[in-house]
């Protein structure tokens, strides 16, 4: 298997933004370009990941239209999706066509831009990653699905309220500082545990925003990498797992462990050769506040049940042990599905390089590690990182 | 690079069909596995080819509803898609992560139902692969761009409207033998040529149909091929090549050559070390008669100019020299588009194992090719398949 190297990176704002999906896909591509040195070079393939850019600003055929307005013609060009891990798994592709040696110079792209449609639209969309038959035909949704794990996670860990609330406190207090994230202020216990209901216990400010945005990064083989004088700078991609689970939640075996995390981790920790300890800095999918306590157990960068406690003695602060979210997370830095997942790449490549914004740098990090979810919990890619020695 | 090996092939009919779209996809997908002993092995992946479901038939996030549907949880599982040609795209990806060595035994599935939309719909779901801005906002239509080559190629080569008629005469003919076409049905010169105008000088015979249909095929490693004891039934993926060109018509060089084609058949006969004159099979887009002439120059199957002697002079033919769309290609077997790249695969498998049906199996291919277009010509992807020796 050849080596695979992340090169470059960018990234727009994640928000509620005015530009059309093109000019955002456009300013995270062309970032990541430019910090490559890869603005005149010759890509062998594009990867596109998103979610339902066709339903949610009515365009489509994303893959050779961006080719096209990105001026890389007649690159190969392939749009990947996966639903919200969208993102991941373009990654994924783009690595595995480097890594079988049949291109040098890839740039993947996760876009997604869902503020176009109203509420009630966004759901309907969205609620496509679930079960139709097991699920949203009895009026479940992702939120009170989170809800269910929420109150099963209470009772069998003795988790409270309060204790559940420092979750989106921490993402808030990352965000705060990060200039790109979807939202940049504060929070406080009392605010999120008392905020209106959305699916009990869970309120408001457990829930991740929808978001517009987009993240590029650009890949290389080790030929190319000396060729363009970055072996200083490239950041290797050293494991992927990807694993699926019953799209049901109902049909699993457990609410408060998600089989695919659990697969997904071991076998990018096997492909890597190292152990969740080995892991310095990550990214990992807290669309809901409740999903971080338990992703950090499946990934086993803590305990079964530990998570809270790891929380609470400040383990996952940017300064801590194991330091989770530094951006803010889905929940914080936004969630435009199909940007998720690259975004991710993006900021872990900006921690090993010593490059994230001031107040968010982890110190000297050797090794990171990004995990995504498709649907509810059965689509799941983790990557990890690693800073060349 | 690892080899990658077709171990098994699965297909349903095409055409106007009741079955649902994951009904469609499990029924190709179950014959591709008992055709390779598979049905009770732990796939590593699935990979989904597929435009767009979500439009056509309101479903969705389909990479994960068919790998829980197929009983292939915890297989990683990634829908691909650049519009017509996803199944191929779909099918470049699996090979990537198998050549790769990241994984040893892998699913692909083409699908497409375009059936419950009307036509309106349907349409308006096609246009979004031609430009917005250049095309369709001016009324242009697939079938316009189409008869604008024709026009083009008649005036540079003087191809007649009756010479032009041959080729969905042919593909009809052979269609007429192959018990999944949707058109099972010959027909002659005269009403070819003297079919309703869809636009001049195209008529309704030298278009497509859109179609329901789901095709399946199941690739492995050299080790897994050992394992399943399949050494002398798995045919060789030689070479891919994929290949984007500028989104609108008027923007590339030339009328009468798409430019994505040259290059993904360079690529493609590189990657494999044979020439276009080493290929004894092939399947290629013909959505529109006048492509299938375009095409076989640009794969350089003929010189230029001169596919259409070829087809008068019988070379096409399942007896000729270089046998083009034995099955009835696009035109007859039909175009559920996100199936079709993936058919193509398992047809020419057919081909190169002896099974093809009765009447268009060619005398001992040894190479084959498949060629399929996304978009309006630009975005293209080529394979070669080799029969072990």
Do not use: W
């Not at 080596?3 to 994640?14: D, E, H, Q, R, S």
């Not at 559940?164 to 790109?180: E, I, T, W």
């Not at 797992?241 to 659990?262: C, E, F, K, P």
């Amino acid at each position: 298997m050849e080596p695979v190297n992340i090169i470059g990176v960018g990234m727009t704002k994640f928000g509620v933004l005015d530009d059309s999906i093109l000019d955002l896909a456009k300013s995270a591509a062309f970032e990541a370009m430019d910090d490559s040195s890869t603005v005149e070079a010759k890509f062998d393939h594009l990867f596109v990941g998103t979610q339902n850019p066709d339903e949610f600003v009515g365009r489509g055929h994303l893959s050779t239209v961006l080719t096209d307005a990105l001026g890389l013609v007649p690159a190969g060009a392939t749009r990947v999706e996966t639903g919200p891990s969208s993102g991941s798994s373009a990654f994924e592709a783009a690595f595995a066509i480097v890594a079988s040696g049949m291109a040098d110079l890839v740039l993947v792209v996760g876009i997604e831009k869902m503020s176009e449609v109203d509420r009630g639209t966004a759901s309907k969309i969205l609620a496509k990653m679930m079960s139709l038959e097991n699920e949203t035909r009895y009026g479940a949704t992702p939120t009170a699905l989170a809800a269910m794990i929420a109150h099963r996670y209470m009772h069998d860990y003795g988790l409270t309220r309060d204790e559940l609330s420092l979750v989106p406190v921490k993402a808030h207090r990352n965000g705060a500082k990060n200039p790109l994230a979807h939202f940049q202020k504060e929070i406080t216990v009392e605010q999120v545990s008392n905020a209106r209901i959305v699916a009990d216990p869970l309120t408001l400010y457990d829930c991740c925003p929808t978001s517009d945005g987009a993240a590029a990064v650009v890949i290389a083989s080790d030929k190319t990498v000396k060729e363009y004088g970055l072996s200083e700078r490239a950041i290797q991609v050293l494991g992927i797992g990807h694993s699926t689970d019953y799209l049901a939640v109902q049909h699993r075996l457990s609410l408060t462990s998600m089989n695919a995390s659990v697969i997904a981790a071991d076998r990018a920790f096997t492909m890597a050769g190292i152990t969740p300890s080995g892991v310095d800095v990550c990214e990992l999918h807290d669309a809901f506040s409740i999903l971080e306590l338990v992703n950090m157990e499946d990934l086993g960068l803590v305990e079964r049940g530990h998570a809270i406690q790891a929380v609470k003695d400040g383990l996952t602060e940017v300064s801590g042990k194991i330091p989770v979210n530094t951006t803010g997370g889905i929940k914080a830095r936004g969630h435009p599905t199909g940007a998720t997942g690259v975004a991710q790449i993006r900021d872990i490549t900006l921690q090993l390089r010593g490059e994230a914004p001031k107040g968010l740098q982890v110190s000297d990090p050797k090794i990171g590690l990004t995990h995504n979810i498709g649907g509810f919990g059965n689509n799941i890619v983790v990557t990890v990182l690693k800073k060349r020695e």
